[in-house]
Every structure is written in structure tokens, then in C-alpha cells.
């Protein structure tokens, strides 16, 4: 993945010294039809898993605590951090994704559709004939070559020549059935005029920021509410800020001689999910918690785009989580469907890099209204 650490997002986020994002939120959203998917990691709970660890390595080193092993190391966790910035500015490739992350750290420093759902359990998903069935698996006679390496192509997937012949909704159902065993995954169908919509509109604003809301736990700070009844610990809302980059390839399956010069099937794109703190930290070599695909080779004859997410277990990023992220991406990409009124003002304030008008609550608020 190519870096994003641009000038924009670094002037955000010195602006408003990027932390953990904690604000007041007025309503927990829930959702259960989710549409896409995203997420960030807890730096406490890297911290917690590898407690015990540090705290050997501190007394190995004759220090009391955790927080002298910090400062101990403190020189040196800097001097490789500058390592990997200077390694990443000196990568040509950086210059194009260095815009959205400057225009993320301009945000984030400032003054403060289609049914995409998780695939169903086996039992819920069903098909109404046998040759609808035998179309989920896919025959490596019939898979080609993947154009854009990286990429799977749909006949990876299913028998594309035999699900051409169904309806749209029993192909529906056998991409849920295809990725209903593997509980990291999510999928969609997408129509095809949607997504030509929000394409449109991700290539106009490639990278982006969505807020991923969680309950926290507030532990009491005073003496007096140790000793009260306030000792019991507070639920406190907040949120993760996650980092989004969109990618154009050529189709992944070649296309057949016979398609019309007109064709939908022109590309295949992607969406990378990145926790926004790991990326700052790490640039392209931060690890996305969360990838998307969509395949356009029923598009012509089937007016569907087919969507696959692959969530990476142990990133700190759970399956629904994710889901609320992809579900974000209608909401503010879908100019002329969801993404009207103040979300399309706030993704295009970020890619101009506008510090004034972009507020990070106002993100907050936008991503759970459902419309």
C-alpha cells in the first residue's frame, strides 16, 4: 500500500494534536443491515497483551516500572521512528497517498443503499436448484488469470458462466453462501448505477477518515469516589479514528473478446482500512485491519457489482465493527443517494484540506445518522 503521510494530513493533526478522539456522543448507533466494513486498533490493549513482557524486560534492566523502561528507551523508539518516516518520504511512490494522510492531519488538528450484509450461517443461506449450488465453487479449468496481481478474480470464487444464467437474487444468495464459512469475511451485492456513484465520487477523493464509535470504561480518579458509591466504573462513549485509501486496477479477470466497447467491467477496485494511528506511525508499512474488493464482471449482463471484504483476525478489528466502517462508505461516497447534505460537504472539505470547516464531531454525528 502506498503511503499517505501528505502534507494536508500532517498539518490536520499537528492543528489539533491528534490523540485517541474522545467526545460526548448524543446515541450509540447500531447497525444490523451493514453495507461495508472498517477498523482501528486500542492502544491500550496492545499495551495490555504485552504487560507482562515489559515488565520482566524492566526489571531485566534494573528499572522499577514500565513507564522508566519507556524513558529508558526513549532515544532510541525515536531515532527509529524518524528512520521510518525518512524512508518513507524517500519513496517516489508516497507522493500521490501523502495527500491524504496531510489532509487527515489537517482535520484531525483542527478545531475540534445497497444491502451490504455479513454473510449468513449455513443454515440461512439456501439455493433453489442444484446447478445454482454446484455455480459457488469454481472450476480451475474455468478461473483465468488475474490480471492485477493481488487481486482475486470472481472465478475464484464461483462458476461465472453458470451463475449468468440465474436471477439476481439467487446470485445474491450464492455469494453469501460462498463466503458463509469464513467468519472474517463480509460481502454485498451492489447495484450497478450505486456504485458507479460512489466510483465516481472515490475517484474524485481517494482517501478519507471515518469515526469507529466505542464504549469505554472511565475507572474513578478521585478518593472520594473510590470510597463512594461512584467506585462502580463509568461507560463513557468515544471513538477510533479510522484511515481509508481507494485503488483503481485493470479488471482481474480479462474480459471476453465478445464484450461490447461500452462495458461497465472496466476495473476492479479496493478499499484499505488502516487504524489512523498506526498509519501516522508507520506510513505504508502500517498493516490494514480490513480489505475490500469489488468485482464488476456481471455488471453488463447483470447490472450487479459484487463486493468482498477480508477482515484480518488479531488487527484489533472485529467482523461488525468492520461492517460499520464499509457501511460508512455509502453514506458519505453515494453523491445523489446517502451521501447528501453535510457528508458530501465534509469529504470534499477534507480533500481540499479545509481546517476551519472539517470538525471531527461533526464526522461523529454524520456516520451515525443512517441517512
Known sequence: MASMRSPALRTLLRANNLAPFRAQQRRWAQVHDVRFLATHRDPNHVLEKYKEKLSRKAKEEGLDS?????????????????????SIKSDPTAVTAAEGLK??????????????????????ATS?????????????????TPQTPGIKPLSSYLDVEKILALPNKEIEALWRLRHASNPNSICACIPLETYRRIASTARQHPQFILPLPRQQVKQPESEAEKDGDAAAAQTVSGADIHFLQWGFHPPAS??????PSQTAN??????????????????????PHTTVTHHLDLADEKGLVLMHGQVM????????????????????????????????????????????????????EEAEKIS
Request: hydrophobic share 30%; aromatic share 8%.
Open 66 to 86: 514500565i513507564e522508566s523502561l519507556k524513558e529508558a528507551y526513549k532515544d532510541k523508539i525515536e531515532n527509529v521512528r524518524r528512520e521510518s518516516i525518512d
Open 103 to 124: 489532509n487527515a492531519e489537517q482535520v484531525m488538528n483542527s478545531k475540534s443503499p445497497h444491502g451490504t450484509t455479513p454473510p449468513p450461517p449455513p443454515s440461512q
Open 128 to 144: 433453489s436448484s442444484s446447478g445454482a449450488a454446484a455455480a459457488t465453487t469454481a472450476h480451475p479449468a474455468t478461473q483465468a
Open 254 to 259: 480479462p474480459p471476453p473478446s465478445t464484450v
Open 266 to 287: 472496466t476495473h476492479t477496485s479496493t478499499i484499505v482500512f488502516t487504524h489512523l494511528a498506526a498509519y501516522k506511525l508507520h506510513g505504508s508499512y502500517a498493516e
Open 313 to 364: 483476525p488479531d488487527r484489533g478489528v472485529s467482523v461488525a465493527e468492520a461492517s460499520w466502517l464499509v457501511s460508512c462508505v455509502q453514506r458519505f461516497y453515494d453523491f445523489g443517494g446517502e451521501a447528501k447534505g453535510r457528508k458530501g460537504e465534509l469529504l470534499q472539505m477534507f480533500t481540499r484540506g479545509d481546517v476551519e470547516g472539517f470538525k471531527v464531531e461533526e464526522l461523529m
